[in-house]
C-alpha cells in the first residue's frame, strides 16, 4: 500500500517481516538495474533491528545470486564509536546478516573506523570523510548514493543526527563526530544532512507504534531541527517504509494499492 505527502511516498506492510521481505525484493531490483551495464553502485546502510532485518531479508532472497556484487559498495550513514567486536557496532551487525554471506569485495566495504583502531573520535570522522571523498564526483566530495537506507528513532532521528542538536544542522562537513548522544552509547560517527540529501533514493524503515508519532510529523512537514527524520530527502525519490503498527497516524485516505 502506498501514501504519499509533497514528494514523500509511504509504503506499508502489515508486519515487520513482511516489510522487510518487500524492502529487501525492492533494493535487489534497484541494484540490479543499477548495475546491469557495469555501473557502480553506493550503498548507505543502516544499523539497528529493522536494519539488521531487512539485510537478513536481502540474503535469503532468491534475486541475491544475480547481483554482481563486485559493482556495489557498502557504507554506513551513521557508526557507534565502539569496539570492532563490539555488537553495538552497525557494521559487524551488516556484516553478520548480509555482507558476510555476498561475494562482495573486502575492498567496496567502507567501515568508519572502530574506538581500538587507534584512532580518536575526530580522526575516525575525518578518516571516513577522507574514503568518501575518493569516490566524490564534480559536485561534491562523496558518492551519490543509489539507495541511502536510514533508520527512524521515536525522536524522529536519522543517522545519528538528533533533534534540536548542532550536527543536524551542519552544511559545510560531510562528516561529523557525536559526542554526548542522547541514545547511547555517547560517541559516534555521522553523516551530514546534505550528504544524506545528494542520494538518488533516501528509504526510511521503521516499524512499531513507539514511531508513528515521528512518521506523521515527517509527512506533516515538522521542521528538520525538530524532526530530522522530515528532513531527509533523495534526489529521485523519498519512500517511508512501515509496518502497520507505524502507519497509525497516516491518513487512511493516503492509502491505496498504487506502489
Known amino acids: 500500500m502506498q501514501a504519499s505527502s509533497a514528494e514523500k511516498l509511504v509504503v506499508v506492510e502489515p508486519t515487520p517481516a513482511e516489510l522487510a521481505d518487500r524492502v529487501a525484493d525492492r533494493f535487489l531490483t534497484r541494484v540490479k538495474a543499477r548495475t546491469k551495464n557495469g555501473r557502480v553502485a553506493h550503498i548507505a546502510l543502516t544499523g539497528g ?119 543536524v544542522t551542519e552544511t559545510d562537513a560531510a562528516v561529523l563526530p557525536v559526542r554526548d548522544s542522547p541514545k547511547p552509547p555517547p560517541e559516534r560517527v555521522t553523516l551530514t544532512r546534505p550528504v544524506i540529501n545528494s542520494s538518488k533514493r533516501v528509504w526510511l524503515v521503521l516499524t512499531g507504534a513507539d514511531k508513528a508519532s515521528a512518521l506523521g510529523l515527517a509527512l506533516a512537514g515538522a521542521s528538520y531541527t525538530n524532526v530530522p527524520a522530515a528532513g531527509a530527502k533523495g534526489r529521485k525519490r ?22
Open 238 to 259: 523519498t519512500i517511508f517504509f512501515v509496518d502497520q503498527a507505524a502507519a497509525s497516524e497516516v491518513s487512511e485516505d493516503l492509502i491505496d494499492q498504487v506502489y
Open 49 to 167: 533491528s529493522m536494519g539488521s532485518t531487512v539485510l537478513r531479508a536481502v540474503a535469503a532472497h532468491p534475486k541475491v545470486g544475480r547481483i554482481d556484487w563486485s559493482l556495489v559498495h557498502f557504507w554506513w550513514g551513521d557508526e557507534r564509536f565502539v569496539a570492532r567486536g563490539d555488537q553495538d557496532r552497525n557494521a559487524l551487525q551488516s556484516r553478520e546478516a548480509l555482507l558476510d554471506r555476498i561475494q562482495v569485495p573486502a575492498e567496496n566495504i567502507h567501515e568508519i573506523a572502530a574506538a581500538d583502531s587507534g584512532l580518536t573520535l575526530d580522526e575516525a570522522a575525518e578518516a571516513y570523510a577522507t574514503e568518501l571523498a575518493k569516490f566524490g564526483d564534480e559536485d561534491h566530495p562523496w558518492p551519490s548514493f543509489a539507495v541511502c537506507f536510514l533508520g527512524v528513532g521515536p525522536d524522529g532521528h536519522v543517522a545519528s543526527l538528533f533533534p534540536d542538536r548542532p550536527e
